[in-house]
Nanobody, 124 residues
């Protein structure tokens, strides 16, 4: 199972750090990722990371502001979100494992496990 946490209410320009802790099994040898869903919109890709942490991919809308990372020893991965904007407001979901990791998230598959989601609200 995956458990996402760290969401909250923040002003525009602020920062939040999301965490996704895995339990019951290890995902240390798998790619992982974050997606988000805003009200009235479809779920969209945010960021993904390879098992070793060296390969990372981001949606254009968050590139340069968000950083995905992982700690395999803790079976946990993170999403550091800086310079937050009101349009970042959404429920954020973590997922694993991701197969087909690369620059095109439409080619990702697997993603059998999803966290419950954590709400991020950015006020203007």
């Amino acid at each position: 199972q995956l458990q996402a946490s760290g969401g909250g209410l923040v002003q525009a320009g602020g920062s939040l750090r999301l965490s996704c802790a895995a339990s019951g099994r290890t995902f240390s040898t798998y790619a992982l990722g974050w997606f988000r869903q805003a009200p009235g919109k479809e779920r969209e890709f945010v960021a993904s990371i390879g098992w070793g942490g060296r390969r990372t991919y981001y949606a254009d809308s968050v590139k340069g502001r968000f950083t995905i990372s992982r700690d395999n020893a803790k079976n946990t991965f993170y999403l550091q979100m800086n310079s937050l904007k009101p349009e970042d407001t959404a429920v954020y979901y973590c997922t694993a494992p991701i197969y087909g990791l690369g620059t095109d998230p439409s080619k990702y598959y697997g993603m059998d496990y999803w966290g419950k989601g954590t709400q991020v609200t950015v006020s203007s």
